[in-house]
Structures are given as C-alpha cells and as structure tokens.
C-alpha cells in the first residue's frame, strides 16, 4: 500500500472501530482510534503473518498489550480477510468470538489473553527469548502497549530483561495518547520522558508522530533492522483520532461514541479495504519433540530427602526425556534445585533474576510456542505474580509452577519467607491442578504427570529433608489419595499432605499406643481431590480431621470440606492449620507453636474420640 492507501486503511479502522463499539454499545472506541494509523502500518507493510497458519512457524507474532483496544484488533482481523463484517458487528455478544478484551480460548490469531495492563510486554519477552534462544527463528515479536500502562512495574520487568538479553526481535509500540481511564497520564506528550526510561535499559528508542503513516514505517523499518537492541517506537498520538468531539477529550474512555453515524461520516464513511498480509518467510517446524525413557531418581525407603532436592534431579531426568521442557528460575535456583536443569541443559534454563511478574510471564510467552515450562521460586514469593496467573488461566495457558520454602516448617527465616497462602491462592485458579508431596519418590512422578496436565500446574515442595516412604515404583495419580494407615476398628480420619503427613503417621502412633485406631491419608493431590477416597473415610470413621502447614483458609482443610458439598450428610470435620503469625525458631519448634505437630494431632485425636464415645 502507498501512503494514501495506508491512510484510507487507518480510516477504515477507525470507522471499523466505532461501529462495533456502536453495535455492542461499549467498549474502548477512543483507545482503538489513536493507534490505527501504527495497526494500519504494521499490517500492510511490516507483519509477516498467515492467518489461515496461524501456528506457521515463521508467523510474526503480535501481542495488543493494550487489550481494551480489542475493537481495533478485530477490525484489523476483518481488513485481513481473517473475519467478516457481520462477524466484527457481534463484538462482546453473546457466544461471539469478539470478547471485550481478546483471548486464544476464543481466536488462533491471539498469542496470550490482556485486559490486564503491564502484561503483553512481560509475555512478549518470553515469546522473543523462544525466538531467539531456542527456535532460532527469524520472526520478530511486535507489542503494542498503551501509556498508562508504562506505570506497571511489570512493564520495567520486561523492558530491563529485553534489554539484558539483547532481544533485537522485540519491538513495542507505544501508543502515547496522553490519556488514561481517568484524565492524563503520568507523563502525558512528553516522548522523551519515556525514551530516557527505555534507554537507561538498553533499548534503542525511536520517536515519531503516530498519525504520520510515512514515519510509522520508517520506523518499523528501523526496529527491523536494529540489531542487538531491543526497540520501542514511542508514537505521540490523540485518543479519538479523526472524530472532533471525542479527539484528544477527558471523559470518553471505554464508552461508544455520542453519535456514532456523524463521527462515522466524520471520518468518510464505511469501507471495506482488503489487506494482503505479507507471507511468513519458510521455517522449520517449531521443534520436534523427542521423547524417550524417563530414568528418574529413586530413593530408598528411610532414606531423608527434601522434596525439593527430588523436584530438582526429577526435573533434569524429564529434560533428558523430553526436548521441549525449559526451566526458569528467580535468583534461586540454589534453594529450589532449578539450578541442577541449569548445569544439564543450560540451553533450556533462563534466569529471569528477582523479578517474579516477568518470571511467570515468560513462562507463559514460551507456553504459547509449545514448550513445556517449569518455572520456581519460593512459594511466598509467587504471591507477587498471582496476576500472571490468573490471566494464564485466562489464556487457556499450560505452565508448571513451582513453590519451594512452604510453611512454618522452613523454621528461622521467619514469615516473610514461608508460603502460608499459597494453596488457596493457586486452588483458586480457574482449571489448575495443586499438587503437595510429601516424599521423594512422589515428587518425583508427580513433577513427570505435571508435563502431561492442562492448564495452570502448581506443585509444593518443602525445605527440610522427610523420610522416604513410599517405593520408587510407586504410582501416584493427579485426582488421588494414599491411605497409609487403615483398620476396622478406625474411630478417625486425618487427612495431611507434605510436612504434616509425617506429623499424621507419628501421632497415628501415639494414638496406638492408647489403643486409639486411625485411619491417615495423604492428600498429596490438594486439587482435583479424591472425593471417594474421602466419601469413604467419612462414612466409616465418622469424622475427619485435617492438618496443614497453611493458613486455615482455602487450604486442605477447605479441599476436603468442598469433597461434601454435593447434598450429602456432612461429616464432622475439624481442622488444623497456622492461626498465629509465627516467628523464628527451629522447625520443630515451629510445628509444635503452630498447633500441627504429631502432639497437637494426638491430643486433637484423643479430644475427638473421647467426645465421639461420650455421645
């Protein structure tokens, strides 16, 4: 397209925009109308994209980071030949494939869901460092981000990491149209302000009129030619381009504009321009993925071993098994065993530092181009990034997380550092699985059936060093349970998982010796749980108590209650978790302090069974 063409194609999508804001009577016009001159460059001069392949492996990819800008990415789908005008008029309808704000769930052609600011950039990093370090590819990863959402720390996240890692097929596009949800923008006009940002961290900045299409693609060319840096094409621009009631005004996000069919004939009236989208240059399948026989560790019965240590070797077997497992690590791999990936496959193993937004980010970003990530840090620390989280849920995203240093049991490091919320927090993610082993063998099949699982994978791996007791031939189904200890003569149930599971078996011991039978399972799969296994136990023991290295909320104990939750009679169920904010001490200490120690289990089983009998 020549210049004209390119500016009769801005129009369109403007025009575009407002009408399905119009149809769906909401959604963000004036955010749609200031960038369509960089969408309208970008997609009839520099994108290399086939839309009917859209998993090619030479496709560029693009990320609208900007999510709330959906109306313009749909128009540009529908200039594209990828949908059609009645197609682009459901915009968020019911049953539309046009959500608000877009997700792969519902379109090929999106790489990861936004809505949520400050997180295209942080997954297009990821998506560059797959490019770069493992494809070897020569597509190039294009971002583009609204100013507002330069005021996320995520953002500086991936702007300083790009730069670090010298990603020079990334390049964002930052739509600065002076105007947020509220009123202006931190910076407002001032290009330079952001420029100085970017350049501190290595970038190379280029800055130009948004509106101008001629520097527009001037400067997609520069970005495509720079080489060892990282760009950001920094466009000055007016929300609500074109339409002089809306242009450049306060008050007038996210709403459909006054008048739609004036602003429509303001900006020359409905056109129906065809893009031919450049092909995608040839490239190699993404990566082939050899697998073979997993030869993982195995530890003898007796045997003490943290469960993170057995996360650690189990994850190096599988990356000899499989080609497309990637390790990531935040500044500690020492403590989480990533590091051992590392030192076996160090072209599969990315540091990502302390920064935990970027950490699951890129995770995400490398999802999207079928590797298999596993990605750790402490359990507490993954707090920090339960926003990433949840929009790979969003997504439909399949990652493995993993969260080391859980609970009270990790002793004198104190409660900044323990993982107390972790449980809930990840139970609570839309489709993911939550997985707490209490031994070495278990960590270690379990970390195996991870690669295999949808969705958001979570596993707990604990600090201090447990007693093996399960047989390395042991099988440990995600959605089951182990019943270790069982009679006739049961008057109750614990049900534990990692640290406490110890705790169960030597109070199940105690209980003994006073003539007191319970049954223990080991609830090593938190979510999906074992209903029948726990379905039994409650009918034939008649109470059940739960005990966990957790805040008594959304943990284990809310795991098993929700198994009884189908109309059912409900079991008597009692619960044990950290209640008090703990301090410093030894692990035992701890464990004793926090009420779920083998004693506190023992005197809570003694309380139970001596009300049982008196009823």
């Known amino acids: ?73 749909y128009a540009a789908y529908k200039a594209a030949g990828a949908i059609d005008d009645a197609e682009l008029l459901t915009f968020r309808q019911l049953g539309s494939h046009l959500e608000g704000h877009p997700t792969p769930r519902r379109l090929p052609w999106v790489e990861t869901a936004t809505g949520s600011l400050g997180q295209g950039l942080p997954v297009g990093v990821g998506i560059a460092l797959s490019g770069k370090r493992l494809e070897h590819g020569r597509y190039r990863v294009w971002v583009l981000c609204g100013d507002s ?34 009123g202006p923008t931190r910076h407002g006009h001032d290009l330079g302000a952001y420029a100085r940002r970017f350049q501190a961290f290595g970038w190379h900045t280029v800055e130009i009129d948004g509106h101008d299409v001629d520097a527009v693609d001037r400067a997609c060319g520069e970005a495509a030619a720079t080489a060892g840096q990282p760009t950001v094409i920094l466009a000055r621009t007016r929300k609500g381009r074109g339409v002089a009631a809306v242009e450049d005004r306060e008050g007038m996000h996210g709403k459909p504009l006054p008048d739609a069919e004036e602003a429509i004939a303001e900006l020359g009236g409905v056109r129906d321009l065809h893009v031919h989208v450049q092909e995608p240059p040839a490239a190699r399948a993404l990566h082939s993925v050899p697998t073979g026989p997993i030869e993982l560790p195995r530890y003898d019965r007796g045997d003490e071993v943290p469960t993170r240590d057995a996360f650690g070797k189990a994850l190096v077997a599988l990356g000899h098994a499989r080609a497309d497992v990637v390790a990531l690590d935040g500044e500690v791999g020492d403590s989480t065993r990533t590091e051992l990936f590392g030192k076996e496959h160090p072209d599969r193993y990315f540091e990502f530092y302390i920064a935990e ?38 997504s439909g995203s399949g990652i493995n997380l993993v969260g080391s240093h859980a609970g009270v049991a990790i002793g004198q490091d104190g409660p900044s550092q323990m993982g107390l919320e972790d449980l809930a927090m990840f139970r609570a993610v839309y489709g993911s699985t939550v997985l707490y082993p209490c031994d070495a063998n278990q960590t270690a099949k379990l970390v195996v059936a991870m ?25 440990f189904p995600v959605g089951g349970s182990k019943v270790l200890r069982s009679s006739e003569e049961d008057l109750l ?123």
């Open 451 to 475: 690669a295999g699982l949808d969705g958001i994978r979570y596993l707990r791996t604990s600090r201090g060093a447990s007693p093996v007791i399960y047989g390395p031939d042991e099988e």
């Open 1 to 73: 397209m020549n210049t004209a063409e390119l500016v009769e194609l801005a129009q369109q999508l403007r025009v575009d925009s407002v009408r399905a804001a119009a149809a769906a009577e909401s959604g963000h016009p004036t955010s749609s109308m200031s960038a369509a001159d960089l969408m309208a460059v970008l997609l009839a001069r520099h994108l290399r994209y086939d839309f009917e392949r859209p998993d090619h492996p030479g496709n560029d990819r693009f990320v609208l980071s900007k999510g709330h800008a959906s109306p313009l990415l």
């Open 493 to 615: 149930t614990v049900v534990a998982a990692g640290v406490t599971l110890h705790e169960a078996l030597k109070a199940a011991d105690l209980l003994a010796e006073d003539g007191i039978r319970i049954r223990v399972v080991d609830l090593y799969s938190v979510k999906p749980v074992d209903r029948r296994t726990l379905r039994r136990a409650a009918e034939e023991t008649g109470c059940l108590l739960t005990v966990e290295d957790h805040h008594e909320e959304g943990g284990l104990g809310d795991a098993v209650a929700e198994a009884f939750t189908d109309g059912r009679p409900v079991p008597r169920l009692v619960r044990l978790g950290v209640r008090t904010m703990p301090g410093s001490a030894a692990p035992d200490q701890q464990l004793h302090a926090a009420g779920i120690d083998a004693d506190a289990i023992a005197s809570a089983g003694r309380l139970l069974v001596g009300e049982a009998v008196v009823r």
């Open 149 to 182: 959402e330069l005021a996320e720390g995520s953002v500086w996240e991936a702007v300083e990491h790009a730069g670090y890692e010298h990603l020079d097929n990334l390049t964002a596009i930052v739509d600065v149209n002076r105007l947020g949800q509220r």
């Open 357 to 394: 937004q970027q950490l699951v980010a890129a995770a995400v970003g490398m999802a999207t181009r079928g590797w298999v990530p596993y990605a750790a840090t402490f359990a507490a620390f993954l707090t920090r990034a339960y926003d990433f989280v949840r929009m790979a849920a969003v």
